[in-house]
């Protein structure tokens, strides 16, 4: 059984910052060989891409959309992935899944990512 655990959502103002946490555990799953995603969904609308880094050279992948605000990182000693959100906006207000793949190298389809956590709630507030 694999289990991703996200935390560190909350309310805050616009322009003002948080960071997310996934932290990874399962008998069969091999974090230091899998890439890792963030992605969001908003009340009413899919789910999207946020941000994605591979294992290895921790190659990165953000949306246009939070490029230059938001920061993948990853910690393998720890089993655990960093989404580090700042100039937060109130159009980031969304529910935010980590994701993870059996795979080393990133992707944004999110078809492409076999587990997924529960979600921690994101709500910036103007």
């Known amino acids: 059984q694999v289990q991703l655990v996200e935390s560190g959502g909350g309310l805050v103002q616009a322009g003002g910052s948080l960071r997310l946490s996934c932290a990874a555990s399962g008998r069969t799953f091999s974090f230091s060989s899998s890439a890792m995603g963030w992605f969001r969904q908003a009340p009413g609308k899919e789910r999207e891409f946020v941000a994605a880094?591979?294992?290895?050279?921790?190659?990165?992948d953000y949306a246009d959309s939070v490029k230059g605000r938001f920061t993948i990182s990853r910690e393998n000693a720890k089993n655990t992935v960093y989404l580090q959100m700042n100039s937060l906006k109130p159009e980031d207000t969304a529910v935010y899944y980590c994701?993870?793949?059996?795979?080393?190298?990133?992707?944004?389809?999110?078809?492409?990512?076999?587990?997924w956590g529960q979600g921690t709630q994101v709500t910036v507030a103007s």
């Open positions: 880094i591979s294992w290895g050279d921790g190659s990165t």
């Open positions: 994701a993870a793949r059996n795979d080393m190298v990133m992707t944004r389809r999110g078809a492409w990512y076999a587990y």
